[in-house]
C-alpha cells in the first residue's frame, strides 16, 4: 500500500511538472527559453521640450560677501550670534566692554550742559547790550564744542555694539569672549546668498548667442539630478585677448533655501535653443558599440514580460543631461531598452525585468526554492508572487495555511528566506509533498 501512495505522488508531481511547461512554453525566439532571456529595462518614445546650450565650469558666490570689522579697540564681553544664523541689516553681533566709553558720554554730558547754561545767560545779556559780541560768540563757540565732544562720545559708545552691515547669513566668527580686539580688526564675515552668482567665460564665437534675461540652467555636485534656474544678468563688454573669452554673470534667484552655497562646484548651461514637443529618449539607452547612433528597441512577442531587442539606427538632434532628441529612427511609443543592453546583438530574447515567471528546473524549486539564471527565486518580489499564485492555484491548503501565518508574521509575504522555510515546514507536515515527490 504505501508503495502504491508513494508512486501516485510521484506522478502528481510529473503531472504538475507539465502543465507548468505547457504553461509557459519554449519561447519563440530560436527555441530558448524564457529563463535563458536577458533581463532589461525599458523606457517608452515621449515627447517633452529639449534645449541647446553653452557649457561652462565655475564656483557659486555670494550676491555680497562682508568682513565685518571692530570700529572700537576693546575687550569682547559677547558674542550674539553664531556661524550659520541669518541676521538683518543692523543685527547686533557682538558686544564690546562699554564702561569706559559710557563714563566719557556722562562726562561729555555734564560739560554741554554746563557750556549750554553759560552761552544761554551770555544771550541774554547781549540782548540786552551788557555783553561784547566777542564774549558772546566765545560762549556760543564753547557750547557747540561740548555738543560735538558728547556725540563723538556717543559714537564712541555706539562703536562698542560690532553690528551686520547688510541682511544675510553669518559664515565666519573670528573671536572669542575674552579676546581684546583693536579697532579696523576682522571679526566676522557676513554674505547673501540669494540670489547667488555664477560668473562664467564663454568662447569669443559663442558672443552672439547670449543675451542680458536669457535662461541657464545650473546644477551642483552635491545634487547633481536637481537643475536650478538662473538667468543671466551682465555680459562683460570686453574680450579676454589672453584667452579670446567673455565673462558673463548668471543670477541664480532664490538659492538661499536651497542646498546651493557659495564657493560650490557647478556647471552652467546657457539656453541658446529649444524645441518645443520633440521626439526624446533617455541618454543611457544610447549604445556605445558600432558605428553611428544606434539603440535596441524592445518587441513583445506576445507573452508575458517577453520579447526581443532589434537594433535601430537613430538620428541625434539636441542633448541635455538626461534626454537625446531623435531626428529619425524611432516612432512615438516604441520601447528602447536603457538597462540590459550592454552585449546585446539583434534578435537576443529578453525579458522585462519583474516580469514573467522564473523558468526552474525541479518540482521542488518550482515551489519557491529553485534558481533562475543562477538567481534566487526570492530575489524579485514580483517573480515570487507570481510563483506563489501558481502554486496556491494547485494547492489550496497550502493557501490557508499562509494565509494564517501572515497574520502572524507579516514579514512572510515578503521574504523569500521565509517563504522557503515556509515551504519545508509545509512538506514535513505533509500539506506539500515532500522533493522529488519522496516522503521526508
Known sequence: MFGFQRWLVV??????AGCGADERGPSRRGGQRRGAAVPVKVEPVNRRDISSSILANTTLEAFQWVEVR????????????????????????ARLD?????????????????????????????KRELLSNERYENSRGQMDRAQTELEQAKLNLSYTSIVSPLTGTVTIRSVEVGNMVTANQAVFSVADFDPLLARIRIPEKNMGKVAIGQGANVSVESDPERLYRGVVKMISPVVDPESGTIKVTIQIPGAGNGVLRPGMF?????????????LVIPKKALVHEGEGNQVFVYEPDGEQGGGSAVRRKVGIGFADNEYLEILKGLNEGEQVITVGHDGLRPGTAVRLVGEGVPETTVAGDRMGEG??????????????????????????????????RVKEDPDL??????????????????ILPARGGRPQ
Do not use: C
Not at 70 to 93: F, H, M, P, T
Not at 98 to 124: I, T
Not at 392 to 400: C, I, M, N, S
Open 371 to 404: 534558481r533562475e539564471s543562477g538567481r534566487p527565486a526570492g530575489g524579485d518580489n514580483g517573480q515570487l508572487n507570481a510563483m506563489k499564485a501558481r502554486i496556491f492555484a494547485r494547492f489550496p491548503d497550502l493557501k490557508k495555511a499562509y494565509d494564517a
Open 413 to 430: 509575504a515578503k521574504s523569500s528566506e521565509k517563504w522557503r522555510a515556509f515551504m519545508g515546514e509545509m512538506r514535513r507536515q505533509g
Open 98 to 126: 562699554s564702561e569706559e566709553p559710557a563714563l566719557q558720554v556722562k562726562r561729555m554730558e555734564v560739560a554741554y550742559q554746563d557750556a549750554r547754561r553759560a552761552y544761554e545767560r551770555d544771550e541774554k545779556l547781549f
Open 11 to 16: 506522478g502528481f508531481i510529473a503531472v504538475l
Open 70 to 93: 571692530s570700529r572700537a579697540s576693546g575687550q569682547v564681553v559677547a558674542i550674539l550670534k553664531e556661524e550659520g544664523d541669518r541676521v538683518n541689516s543692523g543685527a547686533v553681533l
Open 266 to 278: 557647478a556647471s552652467v548651461h546657457i539656453i541658446t535653443e529649444v524645441h518645443r514637443n520633440t
